[in-house]
T-cell receptor, first 113, second 112 residues
């Protein structure tokens, strides 16, 4: 276990549904990240939070809405997704931004039908 | 794009053999990291090498960095079936504020 948990591990949702992914880190880190991993594509950085403040939005469509209520928790709210949004969504944390290793959660496998 | 490119895309070896994976990138970096991912799971950090370092070891892992060629290699010695996974390099390029750019990975299969 890396100290980063994600729930749910699997999610199937229709295009009109609203759902949320949750990430929690027990490492005392200050930075948290959302990544998207699709088949045959590199891992894509979506959002970065540092000390609860969003520092990076990598041109992510507004149907993905992140929330970081504190340094230990990160959410990704999903609404009106498209089938091409089906992917593995990975959360990570690090001590800070900059030269630090990142610790990843196990991911949420999302399927949009 | 800045992303690292791993080579080869797939590698199949016998247990006990060494595995070498390469990574190339395009612009100046602060550091380069290697991660491992077992099928459908999260990534696990293996090793970080800073731009002023040339070689680093961790157990059976050896990483080299050649900033003049903008390339890095990961060597796994005496491989085991449990090393079967995908391996990714990630660069923290200058100007990225610490954000990592990942390559597509090398899929390593170690046959017992």
């Amino acid at each position: 276990e890396t100290g980063v948990t994600q729930t749910p591990r699997h999610l199937v949702m229709g295009m009109t549904n609203k759902k949320s992914l949750k990430c929690e880190q027990h490492l005392g880190h200050n930075a948290m990240y959302w990544y998207k991993q699709s088949a045959k594509k590199p891992l894509e950085l979506m959002f970065v939070y540092n000390f609860k403040e969003q520092t990076e939005n990598n041109s992510v469509p507004s149907r993905f809405s992140p929330e970081c209520p504190n340094s230990s928790h990160l959410f990704l709210h999903l609404h009106t997704l498209q089938p091409e949004d089906s992917a593995l969504y990975l959360c990570a944390s690090s001590q800070g931004t900059g030269v630090h290793e990142q610790y990843f959660g196990p991911g949420t496998r999302l399927t949009v039908t | 794009s800045q992303q690292g490119e791993e080579d080869p895309q797939a590698l199949s070896i016998q247990e006990g053999e060494n595995a070498t994976m390469n990574c190339s990138y395009k612009t100046s970096i602060n550091n380069l990291q290697w991660y491992r991912q077992n099928s459908g799971r999260g990534l696990v950090h293996l090793i970080l090498i800073r731009s002023n370092e040339r070689e680093k070891h961790s157990g059976r892992l050896r990483v080299t960095l050649d900033t003049s060629k903008k390339s890095s290699s990961l060597l796994i010695t005496a491989s085991r079936a449990a090393d079967t996974a995908s391996y990714f390099c990630a660069t923290d390029w200058r100007g990225s504020q610490g954000n990592l750019i990942f390559g597509k990975g090398t899929k390593l299969s170690v046959k017992p």
